[in-house]
Antibody, heavy 122, light 108 residues
Framework: QVQLQQWGAGLVKPSETVSLTCTVQGGSFSGYQWTWIRQPPGKGLEWIGEINHSGGTNFNPSLKSRVQMSMDSSQTQFSLNLTSVTAADTAIYYCARANFDSWRHHYYGLEIWGPGTTVIVS | DIVLTQSPGTLSLSPGERATLSCRASQSFSSSYLAWYQQKPGQPPRLLIH???TRATGIPDRFSGSAYGRDFTLTISRLEPEDFAMYYCQQYGSSHRTFGQGTKVEVK
């Protein structure tokens, strides 16, 4: 059974960088889009971006200038760096596995989610 | 960007009743690129429906999805106590994969 485990600093000062890592346990790293989503307190879900097994990335335009994503397929890990944070970046950050079949033109959704990491910028 | 607008914001219903949740897209895209999620307090979201109408593994058949043009619907045929939660739609039809703002299904 595939699981995602995530970790990172929970308290970050304004102007610094949020760094989070997600490890894929029990499954393949290739063929999926490894995704970060966040949820500010009491609010809805915001898609941050995704990275595929080849290292190709795709980011939310509103965050693109501050987002960096990387992956280590040998470690089956992927990471998020969000730079120059402010209080507006306070949120629960989730990693998730997206499954998109480009041959069949079908999106199978964000199938597996990590437990979330609460990040407070203060 | 494709904006997804969910309605209503809150749905107040009793167990056993039928819930109909709407998600309207600002632009057309293939219905194969629409998913629905359920989220309960303190938990990550759970995938319910992909491709607008296909239930994810393990999802009860009281959950169903449909699509008509830019309009997508999630229907819960008979609400069980565990179905009272937030529901989000999400599209994968543009490079910016957006979520709707959510519909809360609460106990009346």
């Amino acid at each position: 059974q595939v699981q995602l485990q995530q970790w990172g600093a929970g308290l970050v000062k304004p102007s610094e960088t949020v760094s989070l890592t997600c490890t894929v346990q029990g499954g393949s790293f290739s063929g999926y889009q490894w995704t970060w989503i966040r949820q500010p307190p009491g609010k809805g879900l915001e898609w941050i971006g995704e990275i595929n097994h080849s290292g190709g990335t795709n980011f939310n335009p509103s965050l693109k200038s501050r987002v960096q994503m990387s992956m280590d397929s040998s470690q089956t890990q992927f990471s998020l760096n969000l730079t120059s944070v402010t209080a507006a970046d306070t949120a629960i950050y989730y990693c998730a596995r997206a499954n998109f079949d480009s041959w069949r033109h079908h999106y199978y959704g964000l199938e597996i989610w990590g437990p979330g990491t609460t990040v407070i910028v203060s | 960007d494709i904006v997804l607008t969910q309605s209503p914001g809150t749905l107040s219903l009793s167990p056993g009743e039928r819930a109909t949740l709407s998600c309207r897209a600002s632009q057309s895209f293939s219905s194969s690129y629409l998913a629905w999620y359920q989220q309960k307090p303190g938990q990550p979201p759970r995938l319910l429906i992909h491709g607008a109408s296909t239930r994810a593994t393990g999802i009860p058949d009281r959950f169903s999805g449909s699509a008509y043009g830019r309009d997508f619907t999630l229907t819960i045929s008979r609400l069980e106590p565990e179905d009272f939660a937030m529901y989000y739609c999400q599209q994968y039809g543009s490079s910016h994969r957006t979520f709707g703002q959510g519909t809360k299904v609460e106990v009346k």
